[in-house]
DNA sequence: GGAATGACATTTA
DNA sequence: CTAAATGCCATTC
C-alpha cells in the first residue's frame, strides 16, 4: 500500500475483534450484526477479519455464524466449530444453529 | 493505483 | 426447499 495514513482509527479487523470479545459464552453472532454493528455492509470483509483473526484465544470467532443459522466457516475447520459451540451451550444440528434467536447476542 | 479474493448476504429461478 | 446469480466492501497481491 502506498497510503500508509492508517489514520489514528483501528482497522476494520481490530473493530471486528473488539466486538466478538464481547460476545458472551453461549452465544452467538453474524457476519451481518457484526457489519451492521460497524455500520458497514461489508459482510464478508468481516469473515475475513476473522480469517486474520490474529489471536483466537482472546477472539471467540467459533461465536460468529452465518445469517441463515448455518454453521459457516472457521480456521481450524467447521467440525472443531460446532463443537466449541455446543460445549458452550449452543445447540446445533444438521449443520445448523438450532433455536437461533434464542442464542442470538445482539451488540445494540 | 488497480485487480483479485473471501470464514457473507440477498434475491431470483 | 435448493441452487445459482448478483451485490458489497475491506484487505491483500
Not at 31 to 40: F, S
Not at 78 to 94: A, R
Request: glycine residues 6%.
Amino acid at each position: 500500500m502506498t497510503k500508509h495514513l492508517k489514520n489514528n482509527r483501528l482497522t476494520f479487523n481490530e473493530q471486528c475483534y473488539a466486538l466478538l470479545s464481547l460476545i458472551p459464552k453461549g452465544k452467538v453472532t453474524t457476519y451481518k450484526a457484526i457489519a451492521e454493528a460497524l455500520e458497514t455492509k461489508a459482510y464478508q470483509a468481516v469473515g475475513n477479519a476473522m480469517a486474520a483473526n490474529p489471536n483466537p484465544i482472546k477472539v471467540p470467532c467459533h461465536r460468529v455464524v452465518n445469517s441463515n443459522g448455518a454453521i459457516g466457516n472457521y480456521a481450524f475447520g467447521v467440525d472443531k466449530k460446532i463443537e466449541l459451540l455446543q460445549s458452550e451451550g449452543v445447540i446445533i444440528q444438521n449443520g445448523k444453529v438450532m433455536d437461533f434467536k434464542a442464542h442470538f447476542f445482539d451488540f445494540k
